[in-house]
């Protein structure tokens, strides 16, 4: 179930930014680069969330240790954003862009 959740919110993801950040996203590639390595990052913030903590029953992991740094900043930015998904996304990409 945690790799359903997780896949799902990929597709989630990008079509938030094909729908709401069209312009800001429109020349990053969604398989390399800052917006797949914000996608994934994206992910381990939503799925810790408790509400989807409590439905998978436990933390979901970053994949891939070479973000670990990037992590840290998303969280703070995350933090920053109240939750804002649109401000958090171009919070990061200005940030790490």
């Known amino acids: ?24 996203t429109k020349d990053l590639d969604k398989n390399k680069g800052v917006l797949w390595e914000l996608s994934e990052i994206f992910n381990v913030i939503v799925l810790n969330l408790p509400q989807f ?9 970053l994949f891939y240790s070479d973000l670990k740094e990037k992590l ?20 990061y990409l200005k940030k790490l862009g």
């Open 53 to 61: 903590r409590e439905i998978l029953q436990g933390e979901e992991c």
């Open 1 to 24: 179930m945690e790799v359903v959740f997780h896949e799902l919110l990929h597709f989630i993801f990008f079509d938030y930014c094909d729908s709401f950040l069209k312009e800001e």
């Open 72 to 91: 840290k900043i998303a969280n703070s930015l995350w933090l920053d954003s109240r939750g804002d998904i649109k401000n958090f996304i171009t919070s």
